[in-house]
């Protein structure tokens, strides 16, 4: 089996087993072997192949908890905001937003007191406070409707979300951790002090990092299997199914640029809903979310409706000169979010905080994690693990706050002048192609770029700016086992490939196996 999958010791025991490769299952897995666990994480699919890769690509706060009360959630999400800015420099940046107000939108008075709290609930922070603009001012308002004269300015946060948690895993498993992607767990039975966990190959996934059924011991285990926590936590025997979860369709819209700049608009809606229109891969919008409940039998794949569609395009349309229509849809994806059922039968008002619940009363312990969301991945592992210590004898202290992700060591100069540097060390890499390795790898692109001397020297071109030497790399080291893998999580480079880029690497990987 290609690297990095390690093999199995039959005889270990492991501290800590972990179900799904989302964000917040890499995030336990990652903070846990730093504190020297010995870790098992088991992924169904690929790392972020639901609900973790279809996000807003946000890190924020959440403005509109505000209006729900949600004060706690909204304060450690701005706190983490801070965190991830600072550890993740290279897939996380801050990012401007602009929210018209409309006739008959929230009052001005409103939002002057939901910015004023989100600019000091969290204490101090880095990014620029928010302040009213004039919308006929065209840094701020180029491309909207002529009625729109009035508005607001404020900050939060962009980051590329499926890097987030490969990022993660990445590091969990330089710290130890061992990662097993294409692995389904079918069951877990306690056996004296510790769970028989039973897993599987998953037929549908390519190259599982298990060729037969096995079985693994552990003394503790993690139920972060998103959508499928309720149904997993029926799996393990004995496990008290305390909480269940409600399941909310987000889907969004990529269009050619709607606006110009390099600011996100926040869209208040005749609904009361929100919608966001975000720069997107340097030369689209990306318009989104909706909420939408759904049954269990859509969370494995989404995919969003021709009313979505349109709604989105309504939502943008009633704020933009440049009008758009389904027929201007590049590419669409959707996500389920878990959300911790609290009553709310209004999608849009369902809590998006997290709840964890302990399975047991006695003996190895099962916790199971409902809800959550992007921004508060790294707090939610560390609340996990806090929980959980009564059960992990020896385990050290938090420690992730300060640490940067993987290829997050940037140094005083920043992205910018990281950037210039690699472009320096190799001036024969395309700009574009450049800036986004820079993005995506940090300080992690030597290990593809190396000593090379030229493109020629990268392998295989297969079109678009990637090369064998990545797509080796992506092998190697992230865990990528297919074209889908490489095109829409590993990277988005889908949006502009040629028609043939996914054959050539399916191909490759066919070959490379």
């Not at 008075?109 to 101090?124: E, K, N, P, S, V």
């Not at 701020?140 to 948690?165: E, N």
């Not at 609290?342 to 849009?348: I, M, P």
């Not at 385990?395 to 993987?406: E, F, H, I, K, R």
């Amino acid at each position: 089996m290609t690297a990095p999958y390690p093999e199995l010791d039959p005889d270990l025991v492991y501290d800590l087993l972990v179900i799904g490769g989302g964000i917040n299952g890499v995030g336990i897995a990652r903070d846990a072997s730093g504190r020297g666990l010995r870790v098992l994480l088991v992924e169904r699919d690929d790392l972020a192949a639901h609900t973790s890769s279809a996000s807003t690509k946000l890190i924020h706060g959440g403005l509109r908890y505000l209006e729900y009360y949600e004060f706690r959630l909204v304060r450690e999400s701005l706190q983490e905001r801070e965190r991830l800015i600072r550890i993740a420099p290279h897939i996380s940046w801050p990012l401007r937003f602009v929210l018209p107000q409309p006739k008959g939108g929230r009052p001005g008075w409103m939002i002057r007191i939901g910015l004023f709290l989100y600019d000091h609930i969290a204490g101090r922070h880095s990014l620029p406070k928010s302040h009213g603009v004039n919308l006929r001012e065209p840094q701020w308002g180029k491309g909207l409707k002529p009625g729109l004269s009035r508005g607001f300015v404020y900050s939060d946060a962009w980051v590329d979300d499926a890097r987030l948690v490969v990022l993660n895993a990445i590091d969990a498993a330089q710290r130890g951790a061992t990662i097993l992607t294409g692995t389904a767990v079918t069951g877990a039975e306690q056996q004296g002090d510790a769970w028989t966990v039973a897993l599987e190959p998953n037929a549908d996934a390519p190259q599982p990092a298990i060729a037969a059924p096995c079985t693994v011991r552990a003394r503790t285990i993690v139920n972060a299997a998103g959508p499928w926590v309720a149904s997993m936590l029926g799996s393990v025997a004995g496990a008290k199914r305390d909480g269940a979860i409600k399941l909310v369709k987000g889907s969004h819209i990529v269009v050619p640029q709607i606006y110009p700049g390099d600011h996100a608009f926040i869209l208040q809606q005749d609904d009361g809903r929100i919608v966001f229109t975000i720069p997107y891969e340097g030369q689209f919008t990306l318009v989104g979310t909706t909420d939408v409940a759904v049954g269990e039998d859509e969370r494995a794949r989404p995919k969003i409706s021709a009313e979505e569609v349109e709604y989105l395009c309504a939502a943008s349309n009633r704020y933009f000169e440049r009008q758009i229509a389904p027929a201007d849809v590049v590419w669409t994806y959707s996500g389920v979010r878990p959300l911790f059922d609290d009553g709310q039968e209004d999608a849009k008002a369902v809590t998006r905080d997290y709840v964890l619940k302990l399975g047991r009363s006695e003996g190895p312990q099962v916790l199971s994690v409902f809800g959550g969301k992007l921004t508060t991945y790294r707090r939610l592992a560390e609340h996990a693990l806090d929980d959980l210590k009564p059960w992990l004898a020896g385990s050290g202290d938090a420690w992730t706050d300060l640490s940067p992700l993987p290829g997050g060591e940037l140094g005083a100069a920043g992205f910018d002048g990281f950037l210039k540097q690699a472009r320096e060390r190799w001036p024969f890499v395309p700009a574009a192609t450049m800036k986004r390795m820079a993005h995506a790898y940090g300080t992690r692109l030597a290990m593809i770029l190396g000593d090379a001397q030229g493109w020629q020297d990268l392998g295989t071109d297969f079109g678009g700016g990637l090369t064998e030497a990545e797509v080796r790399y992506l092998q190697t080291h992230e865990w990528a086992r297919s074209a889908e893998d490489v095109l829409w999580r590993r990277s988005k480079l889908g949006l502009t490939a040629a028609a043939d880029v996914a054959e050539k690497l399916a191909y490759w990987f066919k070959a490379n196996a």
